[in-house]
């Protein structure tokens, strides 16, 4: 299959795609600050440069596009038509890449949470979960939680 828009369109299209201070991190840093949470941006000593980083609970949050770093489960991790072959390489390694620093942060007595796009499209007014997952003591979580997909019925 054959790109629809030409290569300078679809240039203009993925330069504009922000890596960090995109709504969604901004919207979190707005909950997380009107809750009395004081936080760091973008880290770059730690593993993955986290979107942010709470100190006083050692904790490292990373706000993820879930067709950017392949949610599990989830309808916005979609796969493009075209070009097959290079975008599952790309993707796969994001979700690899992601893992890894996920790890190395975890070796380093860091907690992480991965904050997925999806929640905040659909759940933002349920935020106010992420104070629990804050004050837990686990090593690494996910907001939001997928539940698993209904069976189909057999009738």
């Keep these: 299959m054959v790109d629809i828009v030409n290569p300078s369109v679809r240039s203009r299209m993925m330069a504009g795609i922000k890596g960090k201070n995109n ?11 009107s809750r009395g949470y004081r936080f760091r941006l973008h880290r770059k000593d730690l593993p993955g440069r986290p979107d942010l980083v709470l ?24 796969s493009p038509s075209t070009r ?21 942060l975890v070796s380093s007595d860091w907690r992480v949470l991965t904050i997925w796009e999806c929640g905040l499209k659909h759940a933002a007014n349920q935020l106010i979960e992420l104070e629990a997952l804050i004050q837990s003591k686990e090593i690494e979580m996910e907001w939001p939680l997928l539940l698993p997909k209904p069976r189909p019925s057999r009738i």
Excluded at 23 to 33: G, N, W, Y
Excluded at 87 to 103: S, T, V
């Design 23 to 33: 709504k969604t991190e901004i919207l979190v840093r707005h909950f997380l600050h």
């Design 55 to 78: 100190p006083k609970y050692r904790l490292a949050i990373f706000v993820n596009g879930c067709f950017w770093h392949r949610h599990a489960e989830c309808a916005y991790a979609t």
């Design 84 to 104: 097959t072959d290079f975008w599952a390489a790309k993707l796969d390694g994001n979700a690899e890449r992601d893992k890894q620093q996920r790890e190395q």
